[in-house]
T-cell receptor, first 114, second 112 residues
């Protein structure tokens, strides 16, 4: 069964600090992995997408890494800001041609305190 | 630049009533997705369309749920009859070529 596990479930950090969120998956075959940011009361917004051959991808202060061998990904947030407070969702899409049935993680809730 | 537009933003109704959620995708997108999000189960894909044709509805929980896409600029998700366990936030998303998906801000549905 395809699964995506995220940790920690929730995280509280001080403004300006760095943090790393984890995502482990069992989806196979694998096509791509995407990190979404979801603000309270809003829909998810894509931060990064990584394919099988990519190890690292950055989007401003967000850096995602992928180890396709161990089926692990991480999202690193540098110099956190209050606006980073949100839920971060890891989504893995299968590799079967034309399929768009992704598997979603439950998300990590991040709170950044001033 | 208009994103995905969902209506209503909030819906409160009594069990047994019919509920219709609406979605206007981003112009030019050829894929449309309906999701449900709850605290217990997170985000779940219910159904998706390609060029207005339903491709996979295996995520639709029961026959009480139905979705239509009569044209490229409009889709509905209907629940009839509604039950309290249907209470959730329902998201619509659209994309060109399947990814990335652009989400609307959701409809928060409460069934009493």
């Amino acid at each position: 069964k395809n699964q995506v596990e995220q940790s920690p479930q929730s995280l509280i950090i001080l403004e300006g600090k760095n943090c790393t969120l984890q995502c482990n998956y069992t989806v196979s075959p694998f096509s791509n992995l995407r990190w979404y940011k979801q603000d309270t009361g809003r829909g998810p917004v894509s931060l990064t997408i990584m394919t099988f051959s990519e190890n690292t991808k950055s989007n401003g202060r967000y850096t995602a890494t992928l180890d396709a061998d161990t089926k692990q990904s991480s999202l690193h947030i540098t110099a956190s800001q209050l606006s980073d407070s949100a839920s971060y969702i890891c989504v893995v899409s299968p590799g079967s041609g034309g399929s768009y049935i992704p598997t979603f993680g439950r998300g990590t809730s991040l709170i950044v305190h001033p | 630049d208009a994103g995905v537009i969902q209506s209503p933003r909030h819906e409160v109704t009594e069990m047994g009533q019919e509920v219709t959620l609406r979605c206007k995708p981003i112009s030019g997108h050829d894929y449309l997705f309906w999701y449900r999000q709850t605290m217990m189960r997170g985000l779940e894909l219910l159904i998706y369309f390609n060029n207005n044709v339903p491709i996979d509805d295996s995520g639709m929980p029961e026959d009480r749920f139905s979705a239509k896409m009569p044209n490229a600029s409009f889709s509905t998700l209907k629940i009839q009859p509604s039950e309290p366990r249907d209470s959730a936030v329902y998201f619509c998303a659209s994309s060109w070529g399947g990814q990335p998906q652009h989400f609307g801000d959701g409809t928060r549905l409460s069934i009493l």
